[in-house]
């Protein structure tokens, strides 16, 4: 799917599916009763939730993550679904100007990219849309809300708490990069996952090559001869300045800690043998681009803090179904679409 930078829900949809639970239709909320116009919850200051509004919201987050359906009449996400429906407007209605302005801009670009996407698909805009029983505008609210609340949260955060952040991320190594060459002698295909070799043939395979590094062949060519990695085989098996915790742990861990400029034994991960050179390790810089994804996490930490302590409080009537008080055993759904603006 193309890569849209959603602001959708940034709270976690918590909602849980009971074991034999059937799934849900695509209608709204599944277990939706009443008219549309009934008003399903009441906070503070007159706000107030009618049906229909909580089906589009949530009918929205659906058509961007599917596999929400299953969760649609489960008590507990539709309440968890309200939290943040409630959060979000309360807090996107403190947004000043300047943040609407930057946030109407941003909205206006993901529109298009979102159109664009689905105007592609099967049936195009208008069957997504039918499907999920939903308007274009129902879209464009929702990302609205979404995208000036978290604007609003983020220009509440100083630089000293950015700092401070990244100060203690960088000790955790959350932002070591490493510039890595590797040749992977792998177990399986990388398309087909059909094997390809035993461990002992693989195992052989990669000393075979180490041998011919030492005895000074060209890392590039044979990284373009032997490597069963497609990523890097064309790039003298190379990763530049990569952040190193997206690594599965064997490779990673080597990645920290071989002696820098040495060709490594083979180390042993669940794609096979890697026969590695480490040539640079740094921490990344506090640039722009890493001020905007900490401030993003920041905010997002802050609106996750309002919506548990303060949702209760900001409640007068919530006439939606209760989970019950000792559920069973449950699987949650993934989240809603990406956390923020800056999400990856």
Not at 13 to 33: I, L, R, V
Not at 43 to 60: H, L, Q, W
Not at 213 to 221: E, H, P, S
Not at 263 to 292: A, C, N, W
Request: with cysteine; charged share 25%; net charge negative.
């Amino acid at each position: 799917m193309v890569a849209l930078l959603l602001a959708f829900s940034v709270l976690s949809a918590c909602g849980s599916k009971k074991e034999g639970a059937a799934t849900a239709s695509p209608s709204p909320t599944a277990a939706a009763t009443g008219k549309p116009t009934d008003v399903i919850a009441t906070y503070k200051e007159g706000g107030k939730i009618t049906r229909a509004e909580f089906d589009s919201f949530i009918n929205v987050n659906k058509m961007f993550s599917p596999q929400l359906a299953q969760f649609m009449a489960d008590p507990a996400f539709q309440q968890d679904m309200l939290k943040q429906m409630v959060t979000f407007r309360v807090l996107s209605a403190k947004a000043d100007d300047k943040v609407k302005a930057d946030a109407d801009k941003q909205v206006a670009e993901q529109m298009k990219a979102i159109t664009d996407y689905f105007g592609k698909q099967e049936g195009g805009m208008d069957k997504q849309l039918k499907d999920n029983g939903i308007e274009l505008k129902d879209i464009e609210s929702l990302m609205k809300m979404s995208f000036y609340t978290m604007g609003s949260m983020e220009g509440k955060i100083t630089d000293k708490e950015v700092q401070d952040s990244y100060n203690e991320q960088a000790a955790a190594h959350a932002f070591d990069i490493a510039t890595v060459s590797h040749i992977l002698i792998s177990l399986k295909d990388a398309a087909t996952q059909k094997d390809l070799r035993t461990k002992d043939e693989a195992l052989a395979r990669a000393k075979e090559v180490k041998g011919k590094l030492d005895q000074g062949g060209d890392f590039a060519a044979l990284a373009k001869e032997y490597s069963d990695d497609p990523g890097s085989k064309d790039a003298g098996g190379t990763y530049k300045d990569a952040d190193i915790n997206q690594w599965v742990p064997e490779f990673k861990d080597a990645a920290s800690t071989l002696p820098l400029n040495k060709i490594s034994d083979p180390v042993e991960s669940s794609f096979g043998y890697h026969v590695m050179k480490v040539e640079s390790r740094s921490t990344k810089q506090l640039d722009d681009t890493l001020k905007t994804q900490i401030k993003s996490q920041l905010a997002e930490k802050s609106l996750t803090e309002f919506a548990e302590k303060e949702y209760p409080n900001l409640i007068e009537t919530n006439n939606l179904p209760k989970p019950e008080a000792n559920p069973a055993p449950a699987a949650s759904p993934a989240a809603s679409p990406a956390a923020s603006p800056a999400a990856k």
